[in-house]
């Protein structure tokens, strides 16, 4: 690897070494790898080459909910059918040793759960189930593959994802109390031009950014990484595997 490259390892695993709360923000980038297009990337990410509240909004499932399913259904089915890659594995390894409080993810697929994180939040809500906008009855997701009316009252169904048009769900803000007195928030795979979360780097003291393209946060950054976020992350793991972290809780 270039010198650069090892350097900044080494600063890495140096800052979270010393910081007494670390955190990670992940955005579609770290499930690139498992097969999941992201959305922002020139050329080939989703909303470059759709309008999002087009084909995403909770306007469009209102006005025309078969072309809708007929487009998100099939992304979706690939973000369920999806593995966890060696970056989600990775931090469940730094929060499983302690060094990681959690993972605030943007990401609706699940990946960090099956890879064994156990502290997430996802502020963009999550592929497990939906719900009928008529009288809210729950369903898991698979019911959308069936039928977009709700059994009980005849209803639409919805997603528990955040559409583009709705409001930010409960685990939104217990991210942002969550990030109180964070120390260094390690944003990976997140171009953060989506508000409100692309506010959240603000809320931590300490910025590293690990992603393939600029970010506007790139010049506040302790350090920032164009690598690979499987590669960044396994070398911080490998750095810090023979040291238990602040949050170490042993084979409890």
């Not at 350097?7 to 499930?31: D, W």
């Not at 995403?56 to 006005?63: D, P, R, S, W």
């Amino acid at each position: 690897m270039p010198l650069q490259y090892l350097e900044q390892i080494q600063q890495l695993i140096h800052l979270v070494r010393h910081a007494g709360k670390v955190l990670a923000l992940t955005g579609a980038g770290i499930s690139t790898e498992s097969g999941i297009p992201d959305f922002r990337t020139k050329n080939t990410g989703l909303w470059e080459q759709f309008n999002p509240e087009e084909v995403a909004g909770i306007q469009a499932l209102k006005k025309d909910p078969q072309s809708f399913y007929r487009f998100n259904l099939q992304w979706w089915k690939d973000c369920l059918r999806a593995k966890p890659n060696a970056a989600h594995e990775a931090l469940a390894r730094l929060e499983k040793s302690g060094w990681l409080l959690g993972v605030i993810t943007q990401n609706i697929d699940g990946l960090h759960q099956a890879a064994g994180s156990q502290r997430v939040w996802e502020v963009h809500g999550n592929l497990r189930s939906c719900h009928c906008l008529a009288c809210g009855k729950e369903y898991a997701i698979k019911q959308l593959y069936q039928d977009f009316s709700c059994e009980q009252c005849g209803g639409l169904l919805r997603p528990n994802v955040v559409l583009f048009g709705d409001p930010m769900p409960r685990d939104y803000y217990i991210a942002e109390k969550v990030l109180s007195g964070c120390q260094l928030l390690l944003v990976i795979g997140s171009s953060l031009q989506v508000q409100p979360v692309a506010s959240l780097p603000s809320l931590s003291r300490q910025v590293v950014i690990i992603n393939r393209e600029p970010t506007p946060w790139d010049h506040d950054a302790e350090l920032v990484f164009r690598e690979s976020a499987s590669q960044v992350l396994a070398d911080l793991v490998k750095g810090l595997q023979d040291l238990p972290g602040p949050y170490f809780q042993g084979n409890s």
